[in-house]
């Protein structure tokens, strides 16, 4: 996992922000639509490593922070301004929610309990 | 001293906290608190510098160059206006770093202090013919008044000036500067650019400049450093009890200044050898992995259901399965 140095103080790499456009909880799912990889090259190390780890399949904001080694809040952060520019998408929650299979879930899951 | 290390303490606790808040109000003053904390840490450190004495760094590792502008930007007190530009993929040598980003971080100091509080500062680093690195800080401000520019100069370059323009107490940063350019035989300038603005430059030579560690790279496979330790179990071939012919090169490719790998493939064998034996083969890579099974079955394994014989083939089964279904599938349940 890649380490920041620990004089890099994490405000630095938000530039102190610590609100996102939209709303990113740990389960929100980001994707990259099309990989770029001149702008990856161009990018601080811990968005590169963000920004390659979306690329295969789509990632949880929580999953992204821990093989970024960055908080979430920074993560977020990071998260939100590649997708302010269109580099990542972000998956809106009710996307891939399958309703009836949660129900499913939940009825077993009432059936153990 | 104590205010350093006060500050460190403060920084770490800050760290945790910072890691763990959700809310965006609560962790912006959390990075505020982080800011001034830091800006406390660089005073001290500025202090130590100037009464001639070696700031001690707790955990000296080798910086790569971005890591050298973000750090120094930490600890001025408008970072946000600091842009970085173009950083040459290089790292400042352990030694050598922190006094490197105690530099930048004075002129950055300066660059955002002296300009428009609208206009961005921007940081860049270049490498020269000569193997050193030349880093840039440029800001927008009016620049520096001729007379007062070549006095400053002659300041950075270690020369002694002390004429009544030149108040000692306003130029504290640029004091630091000239200390440590002249201990580590930087050549830092100031220049007015014709356009309007001044630019800073710090040659930092090619002495004090590396590589970037590899272990650094963003590689994001995980190593296997507590895997050689079981070595213990084995019948040991080596004459030494301690370094084990097997375990050195699998941790050699790892910087040896980013220790977390040392300390981990030095570990006294017995502790990690009465690790459940089903938890071994799942951080092997394939290369060795039918070794490891070969070799690693103590005959006294407790548990062992089947006869010592069986063994091998067990586990090599094992593994094979765990890494088939780790490639299939990545959230797929291990075991």
């Not at chain 2, 750090?71 to 400042?92: K, W």
């Not at chain 2, 001729?146 to 370059?157: E, G, V």
Request: hydrophobic content about 40%.
């Amino acid at each position: 996992m890649p380490m920041t140095y620990w004089k890099v103080r994490p405000y630095v790499l938000t530039a102190g922000r610590t609100r996102t456009r939209r709303p990113l909880l740990v389960h929100t799912l980001v994707s990259v639509p099309y990989y770029d990889a001149v702008f990856a090259s161009g990018l601080l190390p811990e968005t590169r490593t963000l920004y390659e780890q979306a690329r295969g399949s789509a990632r949880s904001v929580a999953e992204l922070s821990a093989v970024c080694g960055m908080s979430l809040g920074v993560t977020r952060v990071v998260v939100d301004d590649l997708a302010a520019t269109d580099r990542l998408l972000i998956h809106t929650d009710h996307d891939n929610v399958d309703f009836r299979l949660l129900e499913r879930l939940r009825d077993g899951l009432r059936k153990l309990a | 001293m104590r205010i350093m290390a006060s500050a460190y303490q403060m920084g770490s606790h800050l760290e945790a906290v910072e890691a763990d808040e959700q809310n965006p109000d609560r962790l912006e003053r959390l990075y505020r608190i982080d800011h001034a904390n830091t800006r406390i840490r660089r005073h001290a450190e500025n202090l130590q510098v100037l009464l001639g004495r070696r700031v001690e760094d707790a955990n000296p590792q080798t910086v790569t160059l971005v890591d050298v502008v973000r750090a120094a930007s930490s600890a001025v007190e408008h970072y946000a206006r600091i842009r970085v530009g173009h950083v040459v993929d290089l790292a400042v040598v352990e030694f050598a770093a922190d006094d490197v980003i105690r530099v930048l971080t004075e002129l950055l100091d300066n660059a955002t202090r002296f300009s428009p509080p609208t206009a961005p500062v921007i940081v860049s680093a270049f490498i020269t013919e000569d193997g050193s690195v030349l880093l840039r800080i440029e800001d927008a401000g009016v620049g520096l008044q001729p007379d007062h520019l070549s006095q400053l100069n002659a300041l950075l370059n270690g020369r002694l000036v002390t004429p009544a323009t030149l108040d000692p107490a306003a130029h504290l940063g640029l004091a630091v500067v000239a200390h440590l350019a002249v201990a580590r035989q930087l050549r830092v300038a100031l220049t007015n650019r014709p356009s309007g603005g001044a630019t800073a430059t710090v040659l930092v030579p090619g002495a004090l400049l590396c590589e970037i560690p590899t272990a650094a790279a963003p590689a994001g496979a995980p190593v296997p450093p507590a895997w050689p330790s079981p070595s213990a179990g084995i019948p040991s071939p080596s004459p030494g009890g301690g370094a084990h012919p097997w375990s050195t090169p699998m941790a050699a490719p790892h910087d040896s200044t980013n220790s977390p790998t040392v300390p981990l493939s030095t570990l006294p064998g017995p502790a990690t050898a009465q690790q459940p034996a089903g938890s071994l083969p799942q951080r092997v890579p394939t290369s060795v992995r039918d070794q490891s099974a070969a070799t690693t079955r103590p005959p006294a394994d407790p548990g062992a259901g089947s006869p010592p014989e069986a063994w091998p083939d067990e586990t090599a089964a094992f593994a094979a399965g765990v890494s088939d279904a780790r490639t299939t599938s990545d959230e797929g349940q291990q075991r």
